[in-house]
């Protein structure tokens, strides 16, 4: 076998290897893209899903009277057709709730649970979406190596989390 033959079967070898690990490598850090992202909108739209669909929900304003345990509490006053009083709604304790304020919610149904609404509950409902953005960011451009689409990514990400942060 002469010695080019041979060389040439080397480089077929090494082509070949080299673009089964390259697929190999878009595959992995495709999925786990993928995973992220997933992960983030799941974990958003647990909220999102209350503020975003509100036909037929309750929707009201909580005057928030006390905070505790992760968690405030406050009279509701309803603003919806068919929607009443109530004494007392839960709604989750966060940067975006303060003692002494007024909100506009919407309950979730079969419970006396609140979510914000408005501009503001719509933002803070999709946060974790922004976090995985970020997230998902530095995959696409080490993993894939894709740095606009990792930069436009990071970009969309920030600008929810920031628009959120001036809403709240």
């Known amino acids: ?64 009277t006390r905070c505790g345990g992760g968690v405030c509490s406050g009279p509701y006053s309803p603003v919806s057709a068919g929607s009443q009083a109530r004494e007392r709604v839960v709604i989750e304790d966060s940067v975006a ?22 501009p503001a509950g719509i933002l803070y409902a999709w946060v974790p979406l922004g976090g995985a953005l970020l997230l998902a960011s530095v995959v696409v451009a080490g993993g894939l190596r894709r740095t606009r689409v990792a930069w436009g990514m990071a970009g969309v990400g920030v600008a929810l989390l920031t628009a959120a942060f001036f809403a709240v």
């Open 97 to 118: 709730v303060a003692k002494g304020r007024t909100y506009s919610v919407v309950l979730k149904p079969g419970s006396g649970d609140a979510v914000r609404s408005g």
């Open 1 to 64: 076998m002469p010695a080019s033959a041979a060389a040439a079967r080397a480089r077929q070898a090494s082509s070949a290897s080299s673009a089964l690990l390259t697929f190999s490598r878009v595959a992995a850090m495709g999925t786990v893209t993928a995973l992220i992202l997933i992960a983030g909108v799941w974990a958003s739209w647990g909220t999102a899903q209350h503020v975003l669909l509100t036909k037929g929900r309750e929707q009201g304003t909580v005057q928030v």
